[in-house]
Every structure is written in C-alpha cells, then in structure tokens.
C-alpha cells in the first residue's frame, strides 16, 4: 500500500491532488447519496396491498377480508373488520391465525357473547367452515384457496423490484474501495488494519445478501443502510485509532449473529411470545450485573470491565426490553400482561436511577412510550400513564443527581444555548469544536486523516458523542447528512408497514425499536450541534461501541420481521408455504 | 391492528424530527459557518502572520513571543480592536476576516489551506491613534475620525485602556475609573449628544421651515415651555438672534423656539433618516443604537430634544456618519477599519466604499457647513486651522449625578482632506474648552499622515 502510494504521489504529487480533490472528495458523497435514495425508495415506494389470509362469509353472502393474523371485530372505525350493527361492541372479538395455520377467536369483554357452532366461548379454536355468531349476527370463516393466494403473492410488490439491491450493494462496495482508497492516499497510519477491516466488511455484506438469496429473500435495503452506516463508523475508527476497528467487526458479528437468530424466532409468533419472557429475564439480570458490577465513569455507573473488554449492559437490555414490551391483540384489548410489563418497566426505571445516566433513561423513556403508546390503543391505561409519569422523574433524577454530584454533568446542561461563551471550559468546549470543524470540513470533507476532531477521540468523545462532526470534518457534511437521511428512512418505513402488518407484536417491537434508534441519534446529533445539550448517546451504528453496536443490530431484527412485502425478510415466512399448512 | 398502526406515527414524528433538525442545521450551517470558523483558534487568529497599520507598522504579530507593537503607546491606543491576551477583549475585527485569512468556503470548508501566512491591513494609524490616545490624557471617552469620502477609519481610540503585556486584574464594577474597561466606547456606547445634537435640529428647520434664516429668536437667559424651565448656559441672555448667532452662541432658549417650530414629527423624521436609533455594522462591529423618543411629544419634550438632551443617545460612530453627509452634501462613506485582506500573497478581500442612505439635502448640507465653519471662526479657535476649513459643533451634555459628558463633532470642508471627526470625553465638562484642543491634535496629526500619503 506504502508502494502503491509513493508510487502515485512520486509519479506526480500535483496531479494526485487534482485526482483525489476531482474524483474522490466528490464521487464519495454522491455513491452515498444513490445508496441512501436507492434504499430509501425501495424501502418506502412499495405498494401496501393488504394480505389476505382468510375470508369471513355473512349469512347475507357478503365476503369480508381478514388481513391481519390479529383482527380486531367490532362496531368502531379503526376495527380491522367493521360490522356497523348496534347490537355488536366496539371491541366485540380479537380472531387470530397461528403459526401452524389455525385459528382462534377471543371474546375481549364487550358486551355481546361470541359463540362458535351455537356454543358461547371466551376464547376457542375455529376451524374453517365453522358458525361464528356475533351477538347474535351468523358468520363463517373461510379458507383462501391456493389460487387466490398465489395471485394475490404474485400481484404483491416484491422487496426490491425496480430498485435491485445487489445493484445498491455494488454501489456502496465501490463506496467502500474509494473510503479505503482515501485512506491509502492520505498516508495514515494503520493501513493494513483499515484495508483488512473493509476487507471483512465487504465480505460479510456481500455473504448475508448471498444466504438471504438463496433463502429467496430480496430485501436487503435494511441491512444495506446499517452496512453504509458502518462503512462510516470504520472510517471514524480507522481515522481516529485503528485499534477500534477490529472491535467494531467484532460486535458486529456478536450482533449479527444477534440479529440472525432473533429474526428466525421472530418467524413464528408463538415461539417469539415465549421468548418475551426469556427477554426479560435477561434484561433483569443484565440490569442486576450491571447494578454489582459496574464500574463509574463519568457519573454514569454504566460499564463492566471483563478482562480488556469493556461492556455497556443497559444497551443490550434495551433489545430486551423491546422484546418483552412486544404483545398480540387479544392479549392488548384484555390487558393481560401488562401489570408484568408495568413492573418490569418499574424495575428498569429503579436501576436506571442508580445508573445515573440521563441519555439511557431518555431512550429507555422513549422506547416506553412508543410501547405504552401502542399498547394502549384501544383505552387510557392508567397504570401505563403512571409508569410514564414515573420514568419522566427517572429521568428528572437522574439529571439533578448527576449534576450535583458530578459538576461537569450539570455542566453540559448550563452551557447549552450558549456555548460560545463557553469555549474553553466544560460547558461549550465539545460542541464548539464540533461545529468549527463541521465548518472546516465543508460539503467533502479534508480527508481522512486530515480533521482536528480525532485528536479528541476516546476521552473527547469525538468517535462517540460527537461523531456525526467527525464524519462532517473528514467526509464533509453531505455524507453526514446522508447517514441521518438514512436511519430517517428506516422510521418512514416501519410506519408504512404497520398498515399492513400481520400481528401487533411485529409493530409494537419495530416501531419500539427505531424509535429507539431515531431517539439515539436525535439526541446525537442535536447534542453536538447544541440543538438539545449533549448526553452521550451513540449514534446508531456508526459511534464507537461494541455494545452499542451489537444492540443496534440485534434491533435491525424487529425491523426485518414488520417487512411484510413479498419475499422479502428472512424474518417472515411466505405465505405460500404457510397455505400449504393451512 | 388498524388502531395499532396509526399510533406507530410516534416513529414518523421522531424521524421528522431528525430530518428537521437537518434542515434546520443545513441552513444554520449557510448562515453561520464563517462565524464558527472565525471562533477557531488552530486556523483562526493563528492564521494571521501580521496586522499593519496604515502606514505599514506592524501592531500585531500573534506567531511572535511579544505579539504586539513595540511602542506602548500604540499597544495601549489598539489593544481594543486587537484584542488582549486574556481573552477579556474579544477581537471582531480579525475574526470578522478569519474566512478569508484561511481559506474557507462553505463548499470546500477549510480543504487546501494555507496557516499562518494572513496579513490584514487596517486603516488606523498609530500615529494618529497615539496622540489621540496622550490627548485624552487619562480620561474616559472616545476618539473617531474617517474619510467620508472612502470609510476608511484613520482613529478609533476608546479610553479608559492597558498596556496588553501589563493588564490589569479585571476590574469590578465599583472601580469607576475602569468603568468598561473592555468596551470599545466608538462602538459600543451611547451617550448624550448634548448641543452637538443642535446639527440635527438645524438641518430639520433648515429643510422644513422655508424662511428660517430670515426669522430671529429672542433670548433672556432662559425660557418657560410648557411649564418647563429651560436655561442658557450660565444663564446668559442671548437676545435676539438669527439662526446663525443661535448655533454658534449654542443658544438653548432660540433652540427650545427653533424645536417647537420645526414639530415633533419633523424632527423625529430627521433622527430617524440619520439613522440615530439604528446599529451600524463595520468590520465586525455593531454600533450600539441610539435612542430619540419623544414620549407623548409634549412641547417641554420636544424643546429639550432639540437641544439634544434627557431624551436623545446617540452612538459616537453613528453620529460620525453625520458629520460626513454634512460634509458630503447629502450622504457619507460607510467606516470601515480593514482596507485588505491577503494571505500568502493572494488578496482575498479589499475594503470598497459603500455608502449611507441620504441623511440631508444638499442645500441644507450647504448652509449648515456654512454655520458651522462660522462656529469654529467664531469659537473654536484650536481648530480654526489657516488654509484648512473646519466645521464643527461643541456639546455639554448633563448627565445625572456626574460632570457633564463634553462632545465635540465636525469636519473638514476639502476635497484633499475630506475627515469627519468627533470626541467624547466623559465627565470633560464643557465641549469647548475640552475638546476642541484634542480635536485639533488629531486632526493635525491626520493630516500628516496624509500629506505624507499625498
């Protein structure tokens, strides 16, 4: 690399410069852009047409659709099956289909009986064929034949039609070469490393998109967004010290395996229910690890030290906490779990206290409400509210213990606003030098290598809390803008897919999870550029963390599964095959 | 799940608001970059290999172990637009140019620079600084003069000040001798015109009451308006005066009559087109704005505003632009402080002449140069220079609970030397006596530097 290099620069150092200055500076930002728009269009362009999976006959001979695997049947508008007679509830039945094909109907406490082949029920197993009554009002459940479904799977847009992922991952390979080619010109140390880590990287994008094909699975704009996400955090890493690297690839891997694993049980309902509550089984302890053995740094009691490694716990209980925060329809409009939710909620926001780090509580917060939000959507819950009102003081504490026990802390939050009058101390130091560099590196950047801010990397925070004006310094501020579109995107489509999700835990747990992501990195970049006071959350995939980065990816997985478009995750089943069950 | 997927909109909001925070910052970015950059200490101020002085001293050099100039007397008149080493005086002057010192543009940021190799050129001179600042003679107040023909500022001198290799501890606000110590009173204070405010109620009357010149105006030592006393200085009656006796006798009770004639919609008009409540910005200053309210425009009111007291502040920077479209016949060269900018050789800004808005007519400007070269015939003997013809106003203006501010304002009726100048000096007592003398040092010591120019 040091040959190819003196080769080029003793050729003729003027005219490099002209090279990298023309092509690379500005072919950089925009490889990013057509990776971003390619992902982002294909992720939210496609066309929600609902899924059928059963059909109910009235005695009037009029066919409803039932779309979801959990409908709610009732008299209210936003009923997934409206049946407008007086004598029905609003919330009269929940009918939910099963991994294996069956399904159920549950009475959720309305005023009307619900009675299967003339016998009332609370909860029973309705086979094809058989007499629903609704208060009163005669129904059956009918199968879709195996024509309908496959007409209705090949009318579907199919994940990646018109915008060919392999195509966008070629691109954002050609993306990485030229992020390695910078490198190499710019003579920074480490290049073996950096070479290698990009080598690692390519090859594992190119791998998971290759198993996913032969799984006959097209999506992969999910994963290529969080790929081009981690191409930057590289190169922040391979700029600011290259030891990070291989620690990134590593928690990469943790996570992907992760992600891969929590996908597939997320495949099958029933399976991802029991998982629930090994989830919080696993939050419990992580927190109650974290709670004996962590160590203060900073004011916040937030890592565990395991020989050279270090672990940041409260990150991984955050996937645990969407998981166990995740519920099915009949079991939202009967309420049940929920006094176990509440306390868990209770227990989390209890550690979080003695954690003492304001920027967790915040997403904790965040990914609460998104759950409470949904979870609550048929009634006010008033034991949610008061969970909500709690966790709001969590956070109130947390602020006020830190910055009267730890001053810098309460610094960061008196300098906000002003941080101009602040520059040379604790209150404005971080932010005003982030935003000169953004200046500095302008729309392309200086170069890798060539920025201030990594001489603040590690105890400055600039790989971390301040990474989006590492990336802005050395890679100019289009590519910083580029991530941020980016993640933005992932939050766009998870709400487009909840219209045609096919259970509520799918939504619940997705949209959970990028709020989550969309609160770190809200919280981020508006730290650094003193739109909000910096709170030292990660900036989804591209921070320096390794536990950050396995929890980030072990989130992707509740994404993948919401991504009902045909064949297009690996974390849902096609409906082919599950007709052949039916 | 038709209820459940219209709350995921929680997710939309959160992703909006990520994408509006970038809006917001791109366009925060647009309008702020030069101001972040200017804030950079690696690239910024370091960036500067000198600042030179009209005549090509350098005052200031910041690679260097002793930055600035070696005559204390330069170090302690420029201290203020240089800023010191504490970091107590903020220098907005050069940071105003960082931008262009290094390099930056918001398309390439800071990509291809060249550090340390910036010269900036001011349009001070030590010289003139120097004996402004002995003139003031310890004394609180401000100097400016300006080519109100081009803007360039040749004398921004502020007191009180320090040598910036022996500051002073920062002083606390008892300590009135230090009183603003970190200001740059030019710019960033306002005071009580006093009867230089006259200027603006002549040009008033001038303009709107068509046989003002032929009209007199009867002075016993003092008049009653609206209940109101308004006093003569020392009580001294005037009798009966033609406008050009009244401003050179600086007549209180014929300006009390001249105020109620011209109206007060008139001669708010007059302040407001002078621009007295206004901020100017030069070079990296905003002047502080003046104030002109009339309240309820009772008669008392507007009696005592036309003589320039209790109810008018104005900025001495501002009101330097005055004296230019006085002298100008109608409007004046902007000031501004820096003439160039280069680095490694390469100009990258160049002062040019913007102007004001019209503040006069030329035929009032005509006559009140006339009257006012009559005031310094009459008067002001120090500046009554031979060959060179000076026009300017005194003004003494009381301040609650303190000697009275002294105010001096003018210029020079040439072609040659076109210099509007004016002088405050806080507690200096009467404007004539005060200020006139200091005024005419500085004035001769301009017209050196541009003799030796010419």
């Not at chain 1, 399904?103 to 197993?125: A, C, F």
Request: with cysteine; aromatic share 8%; hydrophobic share 45%.
């Amino acid at each position: 690399m040091q040959a190819i290099s003196d080769f080029i620069g003793g050729a003729d150092g003027v005219s490099l410069l002209g090279v990298y200055h023309t092509l690379l500076r500005v072919s950089l930002p925009i490889l990013a852009l057509f990776v971003v728009v390619r992902s982002a269009r294909s992720l939210l362009g496609f066309r929600r047409e609902p899924e059928v999976w059963a059909w109910l006959r009235l005695a009037t001979g009029e066919l409803l659709p039932v779309t979801h695997w959990e409908n709610l049947i009732g008299r209210k508008k936003t009923a997934d099956v409206v049946l407008s007679f007086a004598t029905i509830s609003k919330n009269h039945a929940v009918l939910t289909r099963h991994d294996d094909g069956h399904w159920t109907i549950s009475d959720v406490g309305g005023k009307g009986r619900v009675e299967v082949n003339g016998t009332r029920v609370m909860h029973s197993r309705v086979n094809y064929g058989d007499r629903i009554s609704l208060a009163g009002l005669e129904m059956s459940l009918e199968q879709v034949s195996r024509e309908e479904a496959r007409l209705q799977a090949g009318a579907r847009t199919r994940a990646g039609k018109g915008h060919s992922p392999g195509l966008t991952l070629i691109l954002l390979t050609i993306l990485q070469v030229l992020v390695v080619l910078s490198f190499l010109l710019a003579g920074v140390e480490g290049q073996t490393t950096i070479l290698t880590a990009y080598g690692i990287l390519a090859a594992v994008e190119w791998c998971l998109f290759f198993a996913q094909k032969i799984i006959r699975r097209s999506g992969f704009e999910i994963e290529t967004i969080a790929f081009f996400l981690m191409t930057m955090g590289l190169a922040v890493a391979g700029s600011a010290n290259t030891a990070n690297l291989y620690k990134q690839l590593i928690s990469m891997g943790l996570g992907l395996i992760v992600f891969l694993a929590l996908g597939f049980c997320l495949r099958n309902l029933e399976t991802a229910q029991k998982l629930r509550y090994l989830a919080a089984g696993a939050g419990l302890l992580l927190l109650l690890a974290n709670l004996v053995l962590a160590t203060r740094v900073n004011g916040s009691k937030n890592w565990i030290y395991i020989g050279g490694m270090s672990i940041q716990p409260s990150e991984l209980v955050k996937v645990c906490f969407v998981l166990a925060g995740a519920s099915t329809m009949d079991r939202i409009v009967t309420r049940k779990n929920m006094l176990a939710f509440v306390i868990f909620t209770a227990f989390i926001g209890g550690c979080l206290v003695v954690l003492n780090d304001f920027g967790t509580a915040a997403i904790f917060f965040i990914g609460f409400l998104a759950i409470a939000l949904l979870r609550s959507s048929s009634y006010p819950n008033a034991a949610l509210i008061v969970v909500g009102v709690g966790m709001a003081a969590v956070m109130a504490v947390s602020v006020v213990l830190a910055v009267k026990h730890f001053p810098h802390v309460g610094e960061r939050f008196s300098g906000f606003g002003h941080i101009w009058s602040h520059m040379n101390d604790n209150k404005g130091y971080q932010q005003t030098r982030a935003l000169i560099c953004i200046a500095s590196g302008g729309l392309f950047g200086l170069g890798p290598g060539n920025g201030w801010l990594r001489n603040m990397a590690g105890a400055g925070a600039s790989d971390t809390d301040l990474v989006i004006a590492f990336v802005s310094e050395e890679w100019g501020l289009l590519m910083a803008a580029m991530l941020i579109v980016a993640l933005a995107s992932l939050g766009i489509f998870v709400v487009r897919s909840a219209k045609v999700a096919r259970s509520s835990f799918y939504t619940i747990a997705a949209t959970a999870a990028v709020s989550i992501l969309l609160a770190q990195a809200i919280l981020n970049f508006f730290g650094t550029v003193d739109f909000l006071p910096l709170t030292g959350v990660t900036f989804p995939f591209v921070s320096n963390g390794g536990s950050s980065m396995m929890a980030c990816w072990a989130m992707l997985a509740f994404l993948k599964a919401c991504d009902t478009r045909q064949n297009a995750s690996f974390a849902v089943k096609l409906p082919e095959k599950e007709a052949d069950k039916g | 799940m038709k209820s459940i997927s219209g709350r995921t909109l929680m997710a939309l909001l959160l992703a909006g608001l990520l994408l509006f925070g970038l809006l917001t910052f791109l366009i925060r970015y647009g309008i702020y970059a030069d101001d972040w950059i200017s804030h950079s200490r690696s690239s910024g101020v370091r960036s500067i290999e000198k600042v030179t002085d009209r005549s090509g001293r350098v005052v200031y050099a910041p690679h260097e172990d002793r930055p600035y100039s070696d005559d204390g007397l330069i170090r302690r008149a420029t201290v203020h637009l240089l800023g010191d080493l504490e970091g107590n005086i903020d220098p907005l002057l050069l940071k105003q140019y960082i931008p262009q010192l290094v390099g930056f543009d918001k398309i390439n940021g800071t990509y291809g620079m060249q550090s340390g190799n910036g010269h900036v050129e001011l349009t001070v001179d030590g010289s003139v600084e120097s004996v402004a600042l002995q003139a003031l003679a310890g004394r609180k107040g401000t100097i400016g003069v300006y080519n109100y023909k081009t803007g360039e500022v040749l004398c921004a001198v502020t007191t009180p000040t320090f040598d910036p290799y022996d500051a002073p501890p920062v002083p606390d606000a008892a300590d009135s001798a230090l009183e603003g110590l970190y200001l740059h009173r030019f710019f960033h204070v306002t005071y009580p015109p006093g009867s230089i405010f006259k200027l603006v109620t002549t040009a008033a009357a001038l303009e709107t009451v068509p046989d003002i010149l032929d009209r007199t105006f009867s002075c016993a030592g003092s008049i009653t308006v609206n209940g109101e006393v308004i006093h003569c200085q020392s009580n001294k009656a005037h009798g009966e005066q033609t406008l050009r006796q009244a401003l050179a006798n600086s007549c209180n009770c014929a300006y009390a009559q001249i105020a109620q004639l011209v109206g007060a919609e008139a001669l708010t008009r007059k302040a407001e087109q002078i621009g007295i409540t206004e901020s100017l910005s030069v070079d990296g200053y905003h002047t502080k704005p003046g104030s002109f309210d009339l309240g309820g425009a009772s008669k008392n009111r507007v009696a005592w505003a036309g003589i320039g007291q209790d109810v008018d502040m104005v900025n001495p920077c501002q009101y330097l632009t005055y004296m230019g479209a006085i002298a100008n016949r109608g409007r004046a060269a902007l000031p501004y402080l820096v003439k160039r900018v280069s680095s490694g050789g390469t100009v990258r800004y160049q002062a040019k002449t913007d102007w004001t808005d019209p503040m006069i007519t030329r035929a009032a400007a005509n006559e009140l140069a006339d009257l006012m070269h009559n005031n310094v015939v009459q008067m002001y003997a120090p500046v009554n220079f031979s060959g060179v013809k000076v026009c300017a106003k005194s003004g003494t203006a009381e301040v609650n609970g303190k000697q009275n501010t002294a105010t001096f304002a003018g210029f020079i009726d040439s072609d040659q030397f076109p210099l509007a100048f004016i002088v405050v000096v806080e507690e200096g007592g009467s404007g004539a006596a005060t200020c006139s003398p200091i005024a005419a040092n500085v004035l001769w010591a301009c017209l050196n530097v541009m003799r030796s120019e010419q």
